[in-house]
């Protein structure tokens, strides 16, 4: 089946680790997206790509790193410089139009 | 900065209609789309408005005025299972999300 896979869904990190989080997608879609999301909040926009090997910031990128070496992949590190990483974190990927984006389940991360 | 804002809580009754609205700051603008979040799930696509006026999906509808920057949800015939919060997103180079609008519906 044709989707997004993020992994793992629940995901505990001691406060001075790096954590990595995964986003799969074999939608063969360009964009990938990943955002944020507090209880109660929106969606925030920490990085984006557009495209293998070129990613952009987005508006809460600081403690944060991706990388997009594949099509498929778009992994987001959660640095030990991200203050407060407790939260939802989402992937998801857009076909060329923009029109429509795809979500994975999403992978809640706590600091313990 | 770009910015989507929308009232953060709305609550009707079943079989009523409900009207979610959104307003945006945003440049390199392609079109609007909302999307349905229930609670602990990942968001889902509902619609996409890239033409000003009205887009109609069995009871969701959205509209979109360019001009006035300016667009909404209507949800009609309220169903206990329409219990979401239900965010814009503007489409641009980028996806940038709306503050969200909590929806209850009460039998």
């Known amino acids: 089946d044709g989707g997004i896979t993020q992994s793992p869904k629940y995901l505990f990190r001691k406060e001075g680790q790096n954590v990595t989080l995964s986003c799969e997608q074999n939608?063969?879609?360009?964009?990938m997206y990943w955002y944020r999301q507090d209880p109660g909040q929106g969606l925030r926009l920490i990085y984006y790509?557009?495209?293998?090997?070129?990613?952009q910031k987005g508006d809460i990128a600081e403690g944060y790193s991706v990388s997009r070496e594949k099509k498929e992949s778009f992994p987001l590190t959660v640095t030990s410089a991200q203050k407060n990483p407790t939260a939802f974190y989402l992937c998801?990927?857009?076909?060329?139009?923009?029109?429509?984006?795809?979500f994975g389940q999403g992978t809640r991360l706590t600091v313990v | 900065g770009q910015s989507l804002e929308q009232p953060s809580e709305v609550t009707a009754v079943e079989g009523a209609i409900v009207q979610i609205n959104c307003t945006y700051q945003?440049?390199?603008?392609?079109?609007l789309s909302w999307y349905q979040q229930h609670d602990g799930g990942a968001p889902t696509f509902l619609s996409y408005?890239?033409?000003?006026g009205l887009e109609e999906t069995g009871r969701f509808s959205s509209f979109l005025s360019r001009s006035d920057s300016y667009g909404y949800l209507l949800l009609q015939e309220l169903q206990m299972k329409d219990s979401a919060s239900y965010f814009c997103?503007?489409?641009?180079?980028?996806?940038?999300f709306g503050t969200g609008t909590r929806l209850q519906v009460f039998p």
């Open positions: 945003t440049s390199g603008f392609y079109g």
């Open positions: 939608l063969n879609h360009d964009a």
């Open positions: 408005n890239a033409l000003d």
């Open positions: 997103a503007a489409n641009t180079d980028k996806l940038i």
């Open positions: 998801a990927t857009t076909g060329e139009v923009y029109t429509e984006a795809f």
């Open positions: 790509s557009q495209i293998v090997n070129d990613f």
